[in-house]
Nanobody
Framework: QAQLVESGGGLVQAGGSLRLSCAAS????????MGWFRQAPGKEREFVGW????????YYADSVKGRFTISRDNAKNTVYLQMNSLKPEDTAVYYC??????????????????WGQGTQVTVSS
């Protein structure tokens, strides 16, 4: 079992930055891969980024590539999502998730085992 708590969301103007954090407990954090997803009103949850347990590998959605950076601190049991050059279309609830056994489908919600409760990000134009 794992518990995830996201924080760092808020209201920001277009072009601004936010850093989301996801604190994990209940499982050895360094043994699991982590992902970030987001869900806008009326839309399906979509992949944002993924990071391997050692930080050696990362993947990003095309829509955020070059603007968002995912990182982790295993000593603090925390994964981060640095979001720069934010756009109104980035407005969504952002979720972190645990990927215990990587099978290659990091872009699919089915890859993940546990989810946080989400944090709201709103980007005004």
């Amino acid at each position: 079992q794992a518990q995830l708590v996201e924080s760092g969301g808020g209201l920001v103007q277009a072009g601004g930055s936010l850093r989301l954090s996801c604190a994990a407990s209940g499982r050895t954090f360094s043994t699991v891969n982590m992902g970030w997803f987001r869900q806008a009103p009326g839309k399906e949850r979509e992949f944002v980024g993924w990071i391997s347990r050692s930080s050696a590998s990362t993947y990003y959605a095309d829509s955020v590539k070059g603007r968002f950076t995912i990182s982790r601190d295993n000593a603090k049991n925390t994964v981060y999502l640095q979001m720069n050059s934010l756009k109104p279309e980035d407005t969504a609830v952002y979720y972190c998730a645990v990927d215990i056994l990587y099978v290659g489908t990091y872009y699919s919600t089915k890859e993940y085992d546990y989810w946080g409760q989400g944090t709201q990000v709103t980007v005004s134009s």
